[in-house]
């Protein structure tokens, strides 16, 4: 991947961060004990694949309707969905994979 790749990776995981948080607060809400409420990181994974899997379906119907010939839908348009959700689920594949790794290192781990 490419630094310009990776940047709007970065980028639209920081998007969806600050939508899982909230449109009122842009950092963490914060508990009563003025500590950080901790995110509810299974939630955030469950929203992260389902955008994932509504980018590939948007891409895939996109396609279809260019290929049943609908006017409306453009070349390029297509390509475009087609390559963003690739992308996505590239990001989300190397996501679980350095949490597996994560996993594997720390069950590895002498007690």
């Known amino acids: 991947m490419s630094t310009l790749q ?4 970065l980028a639209e995981m920081r ?14 809400s914060v508990a009563a004990g003025g500590a950080p409420a901790p995110a509810d990181f ?5 929203d992260s694949m389902d955008k994932v899997a ?3 379906n948007q891409a895939t119907a996109l396609a279809q309707a ?8 453009d070349l ?3 390509m475009l969905e087609v390559q963003k959700a690739g992308l996505a689920f590239k990001a989300m ?3 679980r994979n350095k949490l597996l790794d994560a996993y594997t290192q720390v069950m590895n781990m002498s007690v």
């Open 42 to 46: 299974g939630q955030l994974l469950k």
């Open 54 to 56: 509504s980018m590939q």
């Open 93 to 95: 594949t190397e996501v």
């Open 6 to 9: 990776i940047q709007q990776v």
């Open 76 to 78: 390029t348009q297509v």
């Open 15 to 28: 998007a969806l961060q600050a939508r899982t948080l909230g449109p009122a607060s842009e950092t963490p």
């Open 66 to 73: 260019y290929e049943t010939g609908d006017k409306r839908v």
